[in-house]
Structure formats: structure tokens, C-alpha cells
């Protein structure tokens, strides 16, 4: 006998799987989206400011710690020494380093801030927008719906509230709703009668369902919902992976830090004697650099 009757079971697996997966996508897009930007503006008013200043001042101490390295690497070489020449080279690399450094907080900062109510709508709009119509979820989207989601989610990083509703408003706006999609098995008519109790107890108990299913001849038609299934699982577990990644990495890493005065102000300590021993390193690299000035020819 067929597996048709564990059509029902396999529908719940396949609707299970994507619910899963879905609900991973929002939780890392509010990741992405509202705590990490979050996070890098407290970040920002309890140690960045302070942070900024260290590694400006480390970074003045390495520029001329470099300095003194060309012009060393010149007189090895016997080479003239043309000190706007290097200096040049030194701002070049300064600037290579700091675009290096660059991160996206000032870009957070200009992001609107909402109010809760407002917040809270905006979470509740894109919840719905991705149950909908996310790509790896519905992959029968027209062209037209994976612009508008992709329009979606630039509103939803950039807060922006009435885009939103908009783009809400034009994608729901024929009564289209979220809806599972199965295609269910057909028995053969000399099957129906034992089916029919089987199908009965199974309906009524996916536990059981799931313990029979390897027992049975799969039919053709369940293997678009185990494939279903199937993908929606792997992509749930990518997806999950991806959120570790995110929570390994800054701003998330700093989490402790913030959450606890007593490190805050021990990391505060740290960095003000970071700052003294670039200073105090920036002072010796100077004496150094002018020593070796007096020393040149044409100096």
C-alpha cells in the first residue's frame, strides 16, 4: 500500500520547516538590522569616543615609526633622501589604513530613530512582508514581488516606517495572504477503504505518522513535500549559522562589556594606558626622527 493517507503529516513537516526557517531569517535580519546598530551606538557613547582617541594616537606612533623605516631603507640603498616624497608615502598609507578601518556607525547614527509603538509596528510589518514573500520561502515570486521585497528590506534596515506600510500596502493590497502550499497525494481507488482507516488514526496523531512513514512505499507526489521540507531545513540550519557568525563578531562581542559598569570602566583603564604608551612612544620616535634629521646632509 501507498503513503498517500501521511499527505497530512507531511503538509505539518513541510509547514513546520518553513515557520522555522522564516523565523530564523527575521531573527537575523534583527540582528543585522536593530540591535547591531543598536549596540554600535552605545558603543559609540560609553567606550568609542575614548577608543578613537587610542587608536589615533597608536596610529600616529606607527606613521612614524614607518617613517623612520624609509628613511632607513634610503639610506641603506645609498638613495637620496627626499623627505616630501615620503612624507607623501606616510599620509598615503595613513589614509589606505584609516578607509580600512572604516566601519558603518556614522551611517547608523543618521538612521531615524523610532519610538517604540513605532518600532513595534515596523517588526510587525516586516514579519509579515517576510512570511509572505521571501524568496528562499516562495520561490514562485514574479519579478515584481522580489523587487518590492528587496525593497522591503532596504526600509526595514533603514527604518524607514512609511516606506514600509507602502510597499505593505501594494503587496497585500489584491487580499493576497501567506498561505501553505501542498500538492497532496491521490490513492488508487483499490486503496481507498484501507487508507481510509489509516488515514483516520494518522490524521489524529502526526506522532504516529512520522514512526510508520519508513514502512511504506513513498509515493511520487510526497517527494515534492519531503523536498520541500527537505530545503526549507537546510537553508534553516545555513541561516542559523549565519547568526553565530553575527553574534562572534562586533558589535555583539562587546555585549558584556556594556551590559557590566565594572568592565566598562576596567576597559576604560586599559585604553587610557594604551594612550599613554603611544604618546609616550610618539615622543621617542620624534626625538629619534630629529636625531636622524641633524645627521643629513643637507639637513
Known amino acids: 500500500m501507498g503513503n498517500s493517507c501521511f499527505a497530512g503529516w507531511l503538509a505539518q ?4 520547516a518553513q515557520n522555522a526557517l522564516l523565523t530564523r531569517i527575521e531573527q537575523l535580519d534583527t540582528l543585522r538590522y536593530v540591535e547591531a546598530p543598536k549596540l554600535r551606538n ?3 557613547v560609553k567606550i568609542g569616543t575614548t577608543e578613537d582617541e587610542v587608536l589615533n594616537a597608536e596610529l600616529d606612533a606607527k606613521m ?3 617613517k623612520l623605516e624609509l628613511i632607513q631603507i634610503k639610506r641603506n640603498r645609498r638613495e637620496p633622501i627626499d623627505m616630501a616624497e615620503i612624507d607623501q608615502q606616510i599620509e598615503a598609507e595613513r589614509q589606505a589604513l584609516l578607509v580600512q578601518a572604516e566601519t558603518d556607525d556614522a551611517a547608523s547614527q543618521r538612521l531615524p530613530q523610532l519610538t517604540e509603538e513605532q518600532q513595534a509596528e515596523l517588526q510587525a510589518l516586516y514579519h509579515k512582508i517576510v512570511e509572505g514573500f521571501h524568496p528562499q520561502v516562495h520561490p514562485n515570486l514574479t519579478d515584481t514581488e522580489k523587487a518590492l521585497y528587496e525593497k522591503a528590506v532596504d ?3 533603514n527604518r524607514n516606517l512609511a516606506a514600509l506600510k507602502l510597499i505593505d500596502e501594494i503587496l497585500f493590497k489584491d487580499g493576497i ?6 500538492t497532496l497525494s491521490v490513492v488508487e481507488e483499490d486503496e481507498q477503504q484501507q487508507a481510509a482507516v489509516l488515514a483516520e488514526a494518522l490524521s489524529a496523531d502526526y506522532t504516529l505518522a512520522k514512526q510508520l512513514y519508513p514502512y511504506f512505499v513513498p509515493q511520487q507526489e510526497d517527494a515534492v513535500l519531503r523536498s520541500a521540507a527537505e530545503r526549507y531545513t537546510v537553508r534553516r540550519e545555513e541561516t542559523e549559522i549565519e547568526i553565530e557568525q553575527l553574534r562572534q563578531a562586533f558589535p555583539f562581542t562587546a555585549q558584556p562589556t556594556l551590559a557590566d559598569p565594572e568592565k566598562t570602566k576596567a576597559y576604560l583603564e586599559q585604553l587610557t594606558l594604551r594612550k599613554l604608551r603611544a604618546q609616550d612612544a610618539e615622543k621617542q620616535l620624534t ?3 630629529n636625531r636622524i634629521m641633524e645627521e643629513l646632509p643637507y639637513a
Open 13 to 16: 513537516e513541510v509547514e513546520s
Open 42 to 44: 552605545e558603543y559609540m
Open 64 to 66: 612614524l615609526q614607518r
Open 155 to 157: 526600509a526595514y534596515r
Open 177 to 182: 495572504a501567506f498561505a501553505l502550499k501542498t
Open 287 to 289: 626625538q629619534k626622527l
